[in-house]
């Protein structure tokens, strides 16, 4: 099997059906049945849709031993289609809505990771991600809060929600702060809209990637902009076409993108909801580009060049990959 890694996955919606209704169980919760479909899996309709029922399944995840137990079996889940490297990407404001502090969403998560490394041998990351939608001020208090609690299995800073309604540029003071704190960061760009904010968010945040990003291939000049800068694109086409942005892989800009000299990464963004994991985006990505194990180990090998992670646990990583992919022995 070939290693695979991760960096664009948002853990709040990570857990299936079958977990969040133990955890509601748990917290003695009830949950509307109308977020569940005939198959048992979640139902909805359209993006605000899909957001309404994120957030319903988000609520049941109140307490750190909750965080642990939903980072431990994605990884889990992930180790076993051959990750060896996952990011999760956490939402302290959607923990604090369920009135946990940012030190319980922490520990909750840092047990997770270490659990799933001590038990299944896969290394995780967590980046903090606010939320556009909740406004500059808002993404400020949570670099604030990323800033002030130093961990380092807490690597990076990110933001995502409504892209359309809410340009970059006003959450450049946070990313700064974030950035100037020494950690990395990345957000979520060219998804939800064109190559104009892509352009915007690589001119005024401090970020090494891009969550998609994919959209930027509608602009040839921001194209090689990107290769020029090293910039890695964190590409979900399974998410994609769930939410309708991209048919299908005809239409989608991977293969365009890999062609013109872009890094590029498979990740599966929120995967209960996108009937897909880290290793069906493998699987597709090698039926429909046709790609045979070496191309399908460049996307880890882009990912963990990429990664948010120490010098020492990178080589380490890699190394893994050369002795995994192709079969070959190491
Ligand atoms: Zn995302």
């Known amino acids: 099997m070939i290693p695979k890694a991760e960096l664009h996955v948002h853990l709040e919606g990570t857990a299936p059906p079958e977990l969040v209704r133990r955890l509601a169980k748990r917290n003695r919760m009830d949950l509307p049945e109308e977020i569940f479909g005939d198959d048992g899996n ?70 997770g990771i270490e659990d799933a490394r001590a038990d299944h041998g896969i290394e995780g990351r967590c980046i903090v991600t606010c939320v556009r939608h909740f406004g500059a001020e808002q993404a400020m208090e949570v670099a604030r809060q990323v800033a002030a609690r130093p961990h ?27 950035a100037d704190s020494g950690l990395p960061c990345t957000v979520h760009a060219g998804e939800w809209a064109g190559p104009d904010r892509v352009r915007e968010a690589i001119e005024t945040l401090p970020v ?14 921001l194209v090689q902009e990107i290769v020029a800068r090293g910039i890695t694109l964190e590409v979900c086409p399974g998410s994609n076409f769930a939410t309708g942005i991209y048919r299908d892989f005809s239409d989608h800009p991977l293969a365009r993108l890999r062609a013109d000299g872009v890094k590029t990464t498979l990740n599966s963004d929120d995967p209960p909801y996108f009937a897909t994991s880290v290793g069906r985006e493998y699987d597709e990505a090698a039926e429909h580009l046709e790609l045979d194990d070496d191309g399908l180990a460049g996307f880890t090998r882009n990912a963990l060049k990429a990664a948010f992670v120490d010098e020492p646990t990178r080589e380490t990583l890699l190394a893994r990959l050369d002795a995994g992919a192709g079969g070959k022995s190491p």
């Open 152 to 178: 380092p299995l807490v690597s990076g800073f990110g933001m995502g929600g409504d892209e359309a309604g809410f340009p970059p540029a006003q959450f450049a003071r946070a990313f700064k702060y974030v």
């Open 42 to 111: 979640y139902h909805w309709t359209d993006f605000l849709h899909f957001l309404k029922v994120y957030d319903a399944t988000a609520a049941t995840i109140r307490t750190p031993e909750d965080y642990r137990d939903v980072t431990y079996e994605y990884l889990a889940g992930c180790a076993e289609e051959g990750a060896i490297y996952v990011e999760v990407m956490s939402s302290p404001d959607h923990s604090a809505a369920n009135g946990m502090s940012y030190a319980n969403h922490q520990e909750g998560i840092v047990a």
């Open 208 to 221: 090494q990637r891009l969550g998609h990003g994919v959209r930027a291939a509608e602009d040839p000049a």
